[in-house]
């Protein structure tokens, strides 16, 4: 499997969920579990079946979470030389030329898009269109919405 590109704190994020569902989910279940069996007939106990779902879930997102961090390249942009070329997790100011609307956006993985906060995917249309390209380029972007110039106004190597 191919390595995966991470922030720090995308790999910080995903170590903490991991602990949680480690050290209080998965015995929070077993202990369920246990109380439901005491409880008699388990092809009839609701609760049962459902401590037994949420293990799977549980177990699950413990199993997804270790392969995506045995397969993550963790990238600390503060490591990197900033020459203003955009690279996986950089912060880069766009102007929007045809309506003068400056957007900024934060390049990471897929697991750690939130436009709402400002990261986009590396492999959304914007992200793609951006690296490789230094501040102070025009960009042409084909996007959902058709195709947009923006001018890259300034690209920063910030920690998360």
Known sequence: MALVPMTLRGAQ???????????????????????????GDLKENAEYHAAREQQGFCEGRIQEIESKLSNAQVIDVTKLKNDGKVVFGTTV???????????????????????????????????????????????????????VDFEILKVDYLAD
């Open 13 to 39: 994020k995903l170590r903490e969920e991991l602990e949680e569902l480690k050290t209080n989910q998965r015995p929070r279940i077993i202990k369920a579990i246990a109380e439901a069996r005491e409880h």
């Open 93 to 147: 100011t766009i102007l929007n030329l045809d309506t003068e609307e400056e957007q900024k956006y934060q390049l990471v993985g897929d697991d750690e898009a939130d436009i709402k906060v400002g990261r986009i995917s590396i492999n959304s249309p914007i992200a793609r269109g951006l690296v490789g390209k230094y501040e102070g380029d025009e960009v042409s972007i084909q996007t959902p919405g058709g195709k």
